[in-house]
């Protein structure tokens, strides 16, 4: 794989004190889409470094779809190490999914609105105009995931559309959003930011406001039934490393609070 050449030199030297393994290994990943471009982007350092393939096994930290990681650990799918969202992974840590010890906070990640690209991009900038645009869109989507439980359940109440919302929002599930918007789908969309940026066909209107703004915080840890272990734990080392933080604020995240 290509490694990104802007990136690679710190990534490459937060590695280069690891071990490498005397057998290549597979390490499966599954992970939620919040933290998946990030990843995407520093992983080919880690199977350079280490001679590991990383099998990557996408899924919503929460919710009801087939495909969400809770679904599939019930399932009895194999993983290695497991990368969601926060307080989705303290679930699974409490149920005795993971290695206990190895979890780790990886990144805060906020939530931003994106339109069709082409559409006049609205101001978002204050809570005001935040509810007016609400209130003037036609239709409105946001995730099955962390952010949609945000604008569903708190922030149309903080704003005091929640009656005003119904019929005009809709959850959208096993799909980003951001794909709605563009297919032209729904007006305006809701999700994480680091969910959108990577979309085609639609343009980033901007983060919520910081009086009703929320971060979530994605997490990693070692899963209980890995066949790889010590790669595991060495991945989950090198995603949480400081070196990685100039991908992490590319990509709409921030480092996690210490």
């Known amino acids: 794989m290509?490694?990104?050449?802007?990136y690679s030199a710190p990534i490459l030297?937060?590695?280069?004190?690891?071990?490498?393994?005397?057998?290549?290994?597979?390490?499966?990943?599954?992970?939620?889409g919040g933290f998946k471009s990030t990843y995407e982007a520093v992983s080919p350092?880690?199977?350079?470094?280490?001679?590991?393939?990383?099998?990557?096994?996408?899924?919503?930290?929460?919710g009801m779809t087939y495909d969400a990681i809770p679904k599939r650990l019930a399932r009895g799918e194999p993983d290695d190490v497991l990368v969601m969202v926060g307080t989705a992974l303290d679930k699974l840590v409490r149920q005795g999914e993971t290695i206990p010890g190895s979890e780790v906070n990886i990144a805060l990640s906020p939530i931003g609105m994106a339109v069709r690209a082409g559409s006049p991009v609205?101001?978002?900038?204050?809570?005001?105009?935040?509810?007016?645009?609400?209130?003037?869109?036609?239709?409105?989507?946001y995730s099955d995931s962390a952010s949609g439980v945000y604008i569903q359940g708190t922030l149309f109440k903080k704003l005091g559309i929640e009656q005003q919302m119904h019929g005009k929002a809709h959850k959208i599930q096993a799909t980003p959003v951001g794909e709605i918007v563009a297919q032209g789908k729904a007006e305006i969309g809701f999700q994480e930011v680091a969910e959108l940026l990577p979309v085609h066909g639609i343009t980033f209107a901007g983060r919520l406001p910081q009086e009703v703004e929320l971060f979530t915080r994605y997490s990693a840890a070692v899963a209980k039934r890995s066949k790889q272990p010590e790669l595991a734990k060495q991945l989950v080392e090198y995603i949480s490393s400081p070196d990685i933080q100039p991908m992490l604020e590319k990509m709409g995240l921030q480092p996690p609070q210490q």
């Open 13 to 32: 030297a937060a590695l280069a004190a690891a071990p490498v393994q005397a057998q290549a290994a597979d390490v499966i990943v599954m992970i939620s």
């Open 45 to 62: 350092a880690f199977e350079q470094k280490t001679g590991s393939k990383l099998v990557m096994v996408p899924g919503p930290s929460e």
């Open 2 to 6: 290509l490694v990104n050449l802007k």
């Open 122 to 141: 609205p101001d978002i900038s204050t809570t005001a105009k935040l509810r007016q645009v609400l209130l003037d869109a036609k239709s409105v989507a």
